[in-house]
């Protein structure tokens, strides 16, 4: 079926960037586009008005939690309840792993955020999850339910089973690491036997890759033989990486190296590869390190000349008064920058607003980073993380993953640049279409066929169990009425 797009914007690819098509067309057949321009002549089974409408590329997610996440719950101060378990309760949660979410719970989660994923604007997503596990790999359960919601869906989603060999435990002269050799390399073995059976199914929509979970979880021999493995297998590798500061002292101690130093001198840094976060590097003042100056770019160019990929998810570490420093320096490196959500809620365009927005605080300069730069960041360079020069762009021969943005509204009535617009100004609830290989699985701002306010009374609820059964609180903004 050939169906085209007339919009009053659309962000077409010339082959080496985006430009931006007043009044232009996009026309796509089946799973793939067939022409971008100003106009088209050919026949068509379908015409799609879409005055006043911004076409775009579908997004892509780059990191982005595929169960429900309570990070939301962290702003405006510090939790009490949960927290880091003893040695001895460390050890028989590894001897007895149990899942924090599994069964109902755990297809309601999926459920819910596969559906605010693609509301949110990503047509391909990089699948995470918080651990959800006592042990040192969470039930394959969890990676087979998201790939089933994947498919049901209709989204296009690179899975993982991740792993660790690590397992953090606290005593009175504070916090420490238990090794287990062996248990680490068990869940690399489950994580490999997942990607040989899952993927390129769902009609190539869904992928895999390799998710060593934490950087300061996993031994230098577990990441060398996931290295291996992933060039072995053909699958891209994603990792947390220096996302908190006691992790990057820890890597000092152990080996004289910032984190990012420590992974490129052991050879695991390479395109195809995704450190998410970052915050912690030699460029960081925050963040010394010996025989190194004040924000020493080193760590920054090894990232740049070995092709690996920053996934930058800024509105998390923003609610708890933390950004990356810093997007502009990253980027004048050449490295390349893909742009994730993280957690609640899964926005892509309040992702790049945050992104843009912290990026300029960082430099104290407002054309430190522009929208241009988080749009390419949240398209190209996601694309380009992934190794997959067919998303992230509308050109003949590009996948059909196609955006449509209401700027119709008086919050998005200024469109004299609608990229903009777009980024600054609106939200996903101006997201009117989403489609994904060619069919739409948003339409009219809604997933057809589900119920979208009983599924999240649902997820609510999931979530207060999961709150109650760890006991964590964090501060209310207001007292509870009482009689």
């Not at 659309?10 to 321009?37: C, F």
């Not at 892509?60 to 939690?65: E, K, L, Q």
């Not at 042990?135 to 359960?141: A, C, D, N, S, V």
């Not at 522009?370 to 509308?394: M, S």
């Amino acid at each position: 079926m050939r169906t085209v797009i007339k919009g009053s914007w659309v962000v077409g690819y010339d082959g080496e960037e985006h430009r931006l098509i007043r009044d232009g067309v996009v026309v796509y057949e089946d799973d793939r586009v067939i022409h971008v321009g100003k106009g088209y002549d050919g026949e068509a089974d379908e015409v799609v008005e879409a005055k006043g409408r911004l076409v775009i590329p579908g997004l892509v997610n780059i990191h982005a939690v595929t169960s429900i996440d309570i990070v939301h719950f962290r702003i405006d101060g510090v939790g009490v309840g949960g927290g880091r378990g003893s040695k001895e309760s460390m050890l028989e949660g590894l001897r007895r792993p149990h899942a924090y979410l599994e069964g109902e719970d755990l297809r309601v989660s999926a459920e819910f955020c596969l559906a605010a994923l693609l509301k949110g604007g990503a047509t391909t997503i990089g699948e995470i999850t918080a651990f959800g596990s006592t042990g040192l790999q969470p039930p394959r359960e969890q990676a087979e339910t998201f790939t089933e919601m994947a498919g049901r869906f209709g989204a296009r989603m690179y899975v993982s089973h991740p792993y660790i060999d690590m397992k953090k435990y606290s005593d009175g002269s504070g916090t420490h690491y238990h090794h287990d050799e062996e248990g680490g390399l068990r869940g690399l073995e489950e994580a490999v036997k997942f990607c040989k059976e899952y993927e390129g199914t769902h009609d190539d929509r869904v992928r895999t890759m390799l998710f060593p979970y934490m950087f300061d979880a996993c031994s230098e021999g577990l990441l060398r033989e996931t290295r291996a493995r992933a060039d072995e297998l053909g699958v891209p590798v994603h990792m947390h990486t220096a996302q908190y500061l006691p992790e990057f002292y820890e890597t000092l101690r152990r080996h004289g190296k910032t984190p990012v130093h420590f992974l490129h001198d052991v050879g695991f840094l390479a395109p195809r590869t995704i450190l998410t976060h970052l915050l912690y590097t030699s460029l960081n003042p925050v963040s010394q390190a010996p025989n190194t100056d004040v924000g020493d770019p080193r760590d920054v160019e090894m990232l740049a000349m070995t092709g690996t990929t920053l996934g930058h998810t800024p509105a998390v570490w923003a609610r708890v008064g933390l950004g990356l420093h810093s997007y502009a320096r990253f980027r004048d490196a050449g490295v390349n920058i893909a742009i994730g959500t993280d957690a609640f809620p899964m926005d892509m365009i309040m992702e790049m607003r945050c992104a843009a927005t912290m990026g300029k605080a960082a430099e104290r300069n407002r054309a430190a980073v522009t929208a241009g730069d988080v749009f390419n960041a949240a398209t190209l360079g996601g694309a380009k993380a992934l190794g997959r020069p067919d998303l992230g762009r509308l050109a003949p021969g590009s996948k059909a993953d196609i955006v449509v943005v209401n700027l119709t509204g008086l919050h998005t009535a200024l469109t004299f640049d609608p990229i903009k617009t777009m980024v600054y100004w609106a939200s996903q609830r101006d997201i009117e279409t989403v489609i994904v290989d060619g069919r739409k699985v948003v339409e009219n701002g809604r997933i057809p066929g589900l119920d979208e306010e009983a599924l999240a009374r649902r997820a609510d609820e999931v979530n207060h169990r999961y709150a109650e059964r760890t006991g964590l609180r964090y501060p209310t903004s207001l007292r509870d009425w009482e009689e």
